[in-house]
């Protein structure tokens, strides 16, 4: 089994700052990119930002110099700080990670989701 445990959402107002993370857990060999999604209401799950096991990073337009992906290796943890949040960052936020099992290969895994609401 294999667990992708996500904390600290939440309502925030404009201006405002989350740290979102998201832990791995279970019978993991490897761990290869993670990353963060989002999905509003009535649109499409989109990509917010990514990071490789190096440490290179990936973001989406709208989050560019707002949002900054980080991750824990040894902890298999990754992380998403938002800065300067704003209305149309009210979103459910997912945890990606691609996960190398024994006798699976590398597959997907999603976790539950966490709601950020950006609202005065």
């Known amino acids: 089994q294999v667990q992708l445990a996500e904390s600290g959402g939440g309502l925030v107002q404009p201006g405002g700052s989350l740290r979102l993370s998201c832990a791995a857990s279970g019978t993991i060999v490897s761990i290869g990119l993670m990353g963060w999604y989002r999905q509003a209401p009535g649109k499409q799950r989109e990509l917010v930002a990514s990071i490789t096991s190096g440490g290179l990073t990936n973001y989406a337009d709208p989050v560019k110099g707002r949002f900054t992906i980080s991750r824990v290796n040894a902890e298999r943890t990754v992380l998403l700080q938002m800065n300067s949040l704003e209305p149309d960052d009210t979103a459910v936020y997912y945890c990606?990670?691609?996960?190398?099992?024994?006798?699976?290969?590398?597959?997907?895994?999603w976790g539950q989701g966490t709601q950020v609401t950006v609202s005065s």
């Open positions: 990606n990670a691609h996960l190398y099992r024994t006798g699976l290969g590398f597959r997907d895994y």
